[in-house]
């Protein structure tokens, strides 16, 4: 009995000091955001590597998701006539829901893991520590660029994966399903309000890639340095990054569109 | 140093297609419209009431698509609204007398212009006016009349 509860009180402790330790690397990370100004090029390189080679994937994602949302959507909205609504369906759920929770998902499969296990693997050979004995603090030359570099990509993966999804909808409603071209466009741009729908859609993105990167950056700065360790920080991070960015949009959503 | 400037030329590349996709949300997909590249002449139409008729929404004649409203005004002396077509090129001849009237595609779909050719010999020209309309049916208007009429009964 007193057995189990022991182990209850370490399992809290333990995780209240991952959660402890996450804010105070944060809070460092944070504090390196001013020396990137002058080496803006490190920040160039990571958007590369989270956002320019994540670019594929997120394109034909999105592309596949409006051709889906478009196919389905017709089939409901067949039986009440209102296929020209169509255009609205496919624009209003990409912008508002799919582009920043699909696209952050990918995000955090793709770049995530990538970032946890490269942070994972300087760690295990001793590269971050090496910095330390350098006067080089690996939090700021290593990390930072890294977070900044996730929140800048993020939002514009987002806004791809939104826009190629609309065109995608667009090729199956008007090119396939024989929406009129017109309707398709015009009941959109009618319902779709650029405040409203694609300001919180692209807010949504960047706090999104604010999580993601440091969850992943954490996951990997944190990780035990073995192969073992690393591999399993990295699983850890498409696991709560995932969890994290579909709770945080819940949130958001019920903050944002709640009181319409 | 090339391996640095090719990175840096795909993250412009990268930067750009963001931007440009955010462009196309707020232009293409939201309501702010910037272009328009409709070619045709101009029809002006006034009607009482137009419903839920939009800019962009289609112009047909016997069910074809001929144009798209381009405008919709409100002319503030004889309280109507003034809808501006914009007729296809392709279809410079239609009578003076044709008439333009609002439906609604399905019950509750989008709402367009029909168009009915008459027999006058003169064509309407660019900046015309279209005399005879007929306004959008208003549904509440309509089951109004109906429970009106029965309670008559």
Known sequence: MMGLLQRLGATTLGITERIGRGHLFLLYVLGGFPSLLPRFGLVIKQIYASGVLSLLIIAVSGLFVGMVLALQGYNTLVDFGATESLGVVVALSLVRELGPVMGALLFAGRAGSALTAEIGLMKATEQLSAMEMMAVNPLHRVVAPRLLGGIIAMPLLAAIFSAV????????????????????????????????????????????GFVVTWIALFEGYDAVPTSEGVSRATTRTVVHASLAVLGLNFILTALMFGDD | MMQ??????????????????????????SNIRAFSNEQGYELNANFENIGGLKVRSPVTMAGVVVGRVSKIGFDSEIYEAVVTLNIDPRYDNLPEDTSASIFTSGLLGEQYIGLEAGGAENYLHDGDRIQLTQSAIVLEKLIGQFLVSQADK
């Open chain 2, 4 to 29: 640095s400037r090719s990175v840096q030329i795909w993250v412009g590349l990268f930067v750009i297609a963001g931007m440009a996709a955010l462009l196309m949300l707020s232009i293409k997909v």
């Open chain 1, 165 to 208: 999804g609309i065109i995608g909808g667009y090729l199956v409603a008007v090119g396939l399903l024989g929406v009129d071209e017109g309707a398709f466009w015009s009941q959109m741009q009618a319902k779709v309000d650029l405040f409203d729908d694609v300001a919180s859609g692209v807010i949504k993105s960047v706090v999104f």
